[in-house]
C-alpha cells in the first residue's frame, strides 16, 4: 500500500496552529448573504483567472467576473467549464475520492468526453503504464484509517503534491490537482465556506512550488518541505479572509441596524452588483436577472431607492442607480 512519507516540522504546526484560529472566526462571524456571495465570488474569480494563466491565457479578471456573476454566460468555454468544474465541488456529496473523481474533474475541464491517460512519456514524471495504478494507490491511501487520522490541510497538500507528481493527463494537470485539493477540503469541511485561494500563492512562489514538487535528490519522495510551503500559503490566505471577515462582519451589524439585512434576494444581488460595478441600467437588468421583468425590478430599485440605499441620477431609460 501506498504511504506519503512526510515529517511534521514546528513550521507546519504553528502553520496550522494559524489556519484554525483563522477558521474558528470566518465560522462564528456571521455575515450578510450578499457579502459571503462576494467573498465567495472573489475567490472564484481567483481560481479561475490564475488557472486560466497555467494554460497561457491571458484573459483580464473583469471579464472572468462577468461570467461569475451571471452578467455573461457565453463566449468562452474554457471559463465555463472551469466554473462548472469548481460547481461540481460544491454538489459532490460522496465522503470518499476514488481514481473516478480525478477522472470526472478532467472530463469537466477539458471538454473530453472520453478520458484517457497521458500516454507520452515524460522526464522525472510516472511512466505513462504506471499512471493508472499510482492513482490508484494514492486514493487507496486516500481512504484508508491513516488518512483519515491525518489533518485535513495535510491530506490536501499530500493530494496536490502527488497528483501533481503523477501528472495524469496530457493538459491540465495544474487545474485538477488543484480541484482535487479543494475537493478534500471541502469533503473534509475545511473548505472555509469556499472563501479560499492558493493558485496566487502557487504563482507568486512559483520557484518554491516547482522546486518542492519536483526535488532532485535521494529525498525526491519526501513532502515535508512541500508541507511547510502548502500550509504557510494556506495559513496566509485564510489570515487575509479572517481580516475580511471581521471587517464585513461590522458592516452587517450596521446592515442589521439600518434595514439592508431585510432585503430579498433580489435586492441584496443588486445591492451586490453596485458594490462590484458602481451603478447599474436599464441595460444590464436582462444580464442579471435573465427570467425577471424589468417592471420587477424597477420596483426593486424603487424601494432600494426609498430605504436610501440606492440614489437614482437622471430621469429616462438612460437613468442610472448607485449606491447612496
Known amino acids: 500500500m501506498y504511504i506519503?512519507?512526510?515529517?511534521?516540522?514546528?513550521q507546519t504546526l504553528k502553520h496550522i496552529a494559524d489556519i484554525e484560529y483563522s477558521k474558528a472566526i470566518i465560522d462564528e462571524i456571521p455575515l450578510l448573504q450578499n457579502f459571503e456571495n462576494r467573498l465567495k465570488n472573489e475567490s472564484l474569480v481567483e481560481r479561475i483567472s490564475c488557472s486560466l494563466s497555467s494554460c497561457g491565457n491571458a484573459t483580464k479578471k473583469e471579464r472572468v467576473k462577468a461570467y461569475v456573476t451571471g452578467l455573461k454566460r457565453t463566449g468562452d468555454p474554457l471559463i465555463i467549464k472551469l466554473i462548472r468544474a469548481q460547481q461540481h465541488l460544491t454538489t459532490d456529496n460522496s465522503t470518499g475520492l476514488e481514481e473516478t473523481d480525478a477522472k470526472e474533474i478532467y472530463k469537466l475541464v477539458s471538454g473530453n468526453k472520453v478520458v484517457a491517460y497521458r500516454n507520452r512519456q515524460l522526464n522525472g514524471r510516472t511512466l505513462p503504464e504506471e499512471i493508472l495504478a499510482e492513482i490508484v494507490a494514492f486514493f487507496d491511501w486516500y481512504n484508508s484509517i491513516d488518512s483519515m487520522?491525518?489533518?485535513?490541510?495535510?491530506?490536501?497538500?499530500?493530494?496536490?503534491?502527488r497528483l501533481e507528481q503523477i501528472m495524469p493527463f496530457e493538459t491540465h494537470n495544474f487545474i485538477v490537482s488543484n480541484l482535487l485539493a479543494y475537493s478534500v477540503l471541502t469533503k473534509r469541511h475545511y473548505d472555509f465556506k469556499g472563501y479560499i485561494y492558493l493558485e496566487a500563492w502557487f504563482d507568486k512562489t512559483k520557484r518554491a512550488y516547482e522546486d518542492l514538487l519536483y526535488p532532485k535528490g535521494a529525498n525526491d519522495h519526501d513532502?515535508?518541505?512541500?508541507?511547510?510551503?502548502?500550509?504557510?500559503?494556506?495559513?496566509?490566505?485564510?489570515?487575509?479572509?479572517?481580516?475580511?471577515?471581521?471587517?464585513?462582519?461590522?458592516?452587517?451589524?450596521?446592515?442589521?441596524?439600518?434595514?439592508?439585512?431585510?432585503?430579498?434576494?433580489?435586492?441584496?444581488?443588486?445591492?451586490e452588483f453596485l458594490q462590484d460595478y458602481g451603478m447599474i441600467q436599464n441595460q444590464n437588468f436582462s444580464?442579471?436577472?435573465?427570467?425577471?421583468?424589468?417592471?420587477?425590478?424597477?420596483?426593486?430599485?424603487k424601494k432600494l431607492v426609498e430605504m436610501g440605499i440606492v440614489v437614482k441620477r437622471g430621469k429616462?431609460?438612460?437613468?442610472?442607480?448607485?449606491?447612496?
Open 287 to 301: 444580464s442579471l436577472f435573465p427570467t425577471v421583468s424589468e417592471d420587477s425590478i424597477l420596483r426593486d430599485l
Open 149 to 161: 487520522d491525518t489533518h485535513p490541510i495535510i491530506v490536501a497538500a499530500l493530494t496536490k503534491a
Open 4 to 10: 506519503p512519507e512526510y515529517s511534521i516540522t514546528n
Open 223 to 271: 513532502f515535508t518541505g512541500w508541507i511547510e510551503y502548502f500550509t504557510e500559503g494556506m495559513a496566509s490566505q485564510t489570515k487575509t479572509m479572517e481580516n475580511k471577515t471581521r471587517l464585513l462582519g461590522k458592516d452587517t451589524k450596521l446592515a442589521k441596524v439600518s434595514g439592508i439585512a431585510n432585503l430579498s434576494e433580489r435586492q441584496a444581488k443588486v445591492v
Open 316 to 324: 429616462t431609460k438612460s437613468s442610472r442607480y448607485e449606491l447612496g
